[in-house]
């Protein structure tokens, strides 16, 4: 396989633009965010459960072959130390720097649904927010609980792959002979039946239970998941005969994908907020919500594979390296943009494309200038020197496979 895994690159940049299209259409619709639209609805809901069950296995799938990349060029130290290096900076500047106005804005948008009465038992809610948010004193609760701060937000991802890494590192020498042990397993349809069968068996006995929290010290079903997916992307990252199978399957797969979405919104059509489906076919849902997602990363891969390998250009090149900058900045922008042009009551018409646009300039903006400066270019998650030619941009560790 060549060095370059420009269908790689291209997956994680679509993967992570689905997400950041996905959060501003969190600001439209009736599950619970951090801050809502007055016109949120059900409307798009369907359209949003498309990618939901697939899009952060995949990137978590992504980021393993990714590491398999690094860890074939450099000791396991070294390893450890470039992905450390590059993480934990913009992981410290979300959580002290660009995700505090998410939580300013919740608190703001939870007072002002309060009836004016009790808003007014809270004057000094807001007072020295910085603070109080920096040193966890902040006492913001309701019925539903406690806003916990200092908080990471949507950067729980940045945290879990680091840990993900910490604790592949003493693995590397087993991983390395997983393929050829197990290709057996994934080979033919079982490429289909085997992850699938693993996935909702961790959706059918753990998720009943834990939930998906994003809070790393209890989250132990997307803990099992997802670093269940990370391992496998590590040992099948330079395994030709799996990404042929996908390709072969691609079809198949999408066709099973489409079929499932079709079935999940159905059932949670027929089954609103506060209606309770039979046990049986909860079973079965969770099963076939697995389905969704597996078969969706194969066929991602698979097109992926078939027709974006040999994709290369300015643009990929430049992508690649934006586009984790991007997924940085990017809720905070949907959250304080959302939040003020609510407040202007325009038509939904002229608001949703203004706060898309917002966003795409917001995160634009965010990187050029932080690329542009050297001292920045750590903290969103650059190399600390910028590259003097566009062919010998170095890996991106979040995800990017070379």
């Given at each position: 396989?060549?060095?370059?895994?420009?269908?790689?690159?291209?997956?994680?940049?679509?993967?992570?633009?689905?997400?950041?299209?996905?959060?501003?259409?969190?600001?439209?619709?009736?599950?619970?965010?951090?801050?809502?639209?007055?016109?949120?609805?059900?409307?798009?809901?369907?359209?949003?459960?498309l990618?939901?069950?697939?899009?952060l296995?995949?990137?978590f799938?992504?980021?393993?072959?990714?590491?398999?990349?690094?860890?074939?060029?450099?000791?396991a130290?070294?390893?450890t130390?470039?992905?450390?290096?590059?993480?934990?900076p913009?992981?410290?500047l979300?959580?002290?720097v660009?995700?505090?106005?998410?939580?300013?804005?919740?608190?703001?948008?939870?007072?002002q649904?309060?009836?004016?009465h009790?808003?007014?038992?809270?004057?000094?809610a807001l007072?020295?927010?910085?603070?109080?948010?920096?040193?966890?004193?902040?006492?913001w609760?309701?019925d539903?609980?406690?806003?916990?701060?200092?908080?990471?937000?949507?950067?729980?991802?940045?945290?879990?792959?680091?840990?993900?890494t910490?604790?592949?590192?003493?693995?590397?020498?087993?991983?390395?002979?997983?393929?050829?042990?197990?290709?057996?397993l994934?080979?033919?349809?079982?490429?289909?039946?085997?992850?699938w069968?693993i996935m909702?068996?961790?959706?059918?006995t753990?998720?009943?239970?834990?939930?998906?929290?994003?809070?790393f010290?209890?989250?132990w079903?997307?803990?099992?998941?997802?670093?269940?997916?990370?391992?496998?992307?590590?040992?099948?990252?330079?395994?030709?005969?799996?990404?042929?199978?996908?390709?072969?399957l691609?079809?198949?797969?999408?066709?099973?994908?489409?079929?499932?979405?079709?079935?999940?919104?159905?059932?949670?059509?027929?089954?609103p907020?506060?209606?309770?489906?039979?046990d049986?076919?909860?079973?079965?849902?969770?099963?076939?919500?697995?389905?969704?997602?597996?078969?969706?990363?194969i066929?991602?891969?698979g097109?992926?594979?078939?027709?974006?390998?040999?994709?290369?250009?300015?643009?990929?090149?430049?992508?690649?390296?934006?586009?984790f900058?991007?997924?940085?900045?990017?809720?905070t922008?949907?959250?304080?943009?959302?939040h003020?042009?609510?407040?202007?009551?325009?038509?939904?018409?002229?608001e949703?494309?203004?706060?898309?646009?917002?966003?795409?300039?917001?995160?634009?903006?965010?990187y050029?200038?932080?690329?542009?400066?050297?001292?920045?270019?750590?903290?969103?998650?650059?190399?600390?020197?910028?590259?003097?030619?566009?062919?010998?941009?170095?890996?991106?560790?979040?995800?990017?496979?070379?």
């Amino acid at each position: 396989m060549t060095d370059r895994r420009h269908d790689l690159d291209w997956l994680r940049i679509i993967a992570f633009g689905l997400l950041i299209l996905y959060h501003c259409g969190m600001f439209y619709v009736t599950w619970d965010w951090h801050v809502k639209s007055r016109a949120a609805s059900d409307v798009i809901e369907p359209l949003m459960v498309l990618t939901n069950p697939w899009r952060l296995t995949l990137l978590f799938l992504i980021s393993g072959a990714a590491t398999r990349f690094m860890a074939d060029k450099m000791s396991a130290w070294k390893l450890t130390g470039s992905r450390m290096g590059r993480l934990w900076p913009p992981l410290l500047l979300a959580v002290f720097v660009t995700v505090p106005p998410q939580s300013y804005y919740e608190i703001v948008e939870a007072l002002q649904a309060l009836p004016a009465h009790l808003a007014a038992q809270y004057p000094l809610a807001l007072d020295n927010f910085y603070v109080k948010y920096a040193t966890a004193s902040g006492n913001w609760c309701d019925d539903d609980g406690c806003l916990t701060t200092p908080t990471y937000n949507h950067m729980w991802f940045v945290a879990y792959l680091i840990f993900y890494t910490l604790a592949l590192v003493p693995l590397l020498p087993l991983l390395r002979r997983v393929p050829k042990a197990a290709s057996v397993l994934i080979s033919g349809p079982l490429l289909i039946l085997t992850p699938w069968l693993i996935m909702a068996a961790l959706r059918v006995t753990l998720f009943p239970t834990f939930g998906e929290s994003h809070d790393f010290r209890e989250d132990w079903y997307l803990h099992a998941l997802y670093f269940g997916v990370f391992l496998f992307g590590f040992a099948i990252a330079k395994n030709q005969a799996f990404f042929d199978q996908c390709v072969k399957l691609r079809w198949v797969a999408l066709a099973i994908a489409l079929g499932s979405w079709a079935a999940i919104v159905t059932y949670y059509g027929s089954y609103p907020d506060g209606v309770t489906p039979p046990d049986w076919l909860r079973f079965v849902m969770r099963c076939v919500h697995e389905l969704d997602a597996w078969c969706a990363i194969i066929a991602a891969l698979g097109f992926a594979h078939r027709y974006l390998k040999n994709a290369d250009g300015p643009i990929r090149r430049m992508l690649t390296q934006a586009i984790f900058p991007f997924y940085l900045i990017h809720q905070t922008i949907i959250v304080v943009a959302g939040h003020h042009l609510d407040e202007l009551e325009l038509p939904l018409w002229i608001e949703a494309p203004l706060l898309v646009g917002a966003t795409a300039l917001g995160c634009w903006l965010f990187y050029d200038l932080g690329r542009r400066v050297p001292i920045l270019r750590v903290w969103i998650g650059l190399p600390s020197k910028m590259p003097h030619r566009a062919a010998s941009l170095p890996a991106v560790v979040i995800g990017e496979a070379r």
